[in-house]
T-cell receptor, first 115, second 113 residues
């Protein structure tokens, strides 16, 4: 079975600085997708960024980028120029490329942003 | 136009009671997903529908949990004989088709006393 591990329960960053959130996963599959979701206090999960395992190039969305290390099964999220609105829970998630559409989530990292 | 909506936003019930949680997906989305998020945890998959049928119900914890989507749009998650351990936020998501981005609703917070 696939698992997703987030070893940082909490992280903090100063406004305008850069922070990196860690995620590792375990799978024997070769086709899969990885995601980072943001969950503000409103509870609504918002997709931040997505990475296909077959792509070597790291995904980037504006201030958000990932460091995808397939051999190490590592998928970290880098937030540049942090803003107060980035404060939230961040969840790493895995989706198999075979026969199912379910997401498997890690336990999350709470990000605090200080002015 | 609107996003995924879930009703009620909060539900308090007593142990042993029956509850129904409703999810209205984004119009035109064929796939619908239910997840359960316990305090301090990430969401845990329960079931997903493609159209009216359950494509994967491997996450339903036991036979007290049941979900339907009779017309391929609105879905209802039904929990019988609720237990205190069922207390959690129940999240619904929908996607335009399987494999597409999943859009989440705000969830229903269920509290079983």
């Amino acid at each position: 079975a696939q698992t997703v591990t987030q070893s940082q329960p909490e992280m903090s960053v100063q406004e305008a600085e850069t922070v990196t959130l860690s995620c590792t996963y375990d799978t024997s599959e070769s086709d899969y997708y990885l995601f980072w979701y943001k969950q503000p206090p409103s509870r609504q999960m918002i997709l931040v960024i997505r990475q296909e395992a077959y792509k070597q190039q790291n995904a980037t969305e504006n201030r958000f980028s990932v460091n995808f290390q397939k051999a190490a099964k590592s998928f970290s999220l880098k937030i540049s120029d942090s803003q107060l609105g980035d404060a939230a829970m961040y969840f790493c998630a895995y989706r198999s490329g075979y026969n199912t559409d379910k997401l498997i989530f890690g336990t999350g990292t709470r990000l605090q942003v200080f002015p | 136009g609107a996003g995924v909506s879930q009703t009620p936003s909060n539900k308090v019930t007593e142990k042993g009671k029956y509850v129904e949680l409703r999810c209205d997906p984004i119009s035109g989305h064929t796939a619908l997903y239910w997840y359960r998020q316990s305090l301090g945890q990430g969401p845990e998959f329960l079931i997903y529908f493609q159209g009216t049928g359950a494509a994967d119900d491997s996450g339903l914890p036991n036979d007290r949990f049941f979900a339907v989507r009779p017309e391929g749009s609105v879905s209802t998650l039904k929990i019988q004989r609720t237990e205190r351990g069922d207390s959690a936020v129940y999240l619904c998501a929908s996607s335009q088709f399987p494999g597409a981005e999943q859009f989440f609703g705000p969830g229903t917070r269920l509290t079983v006393l």
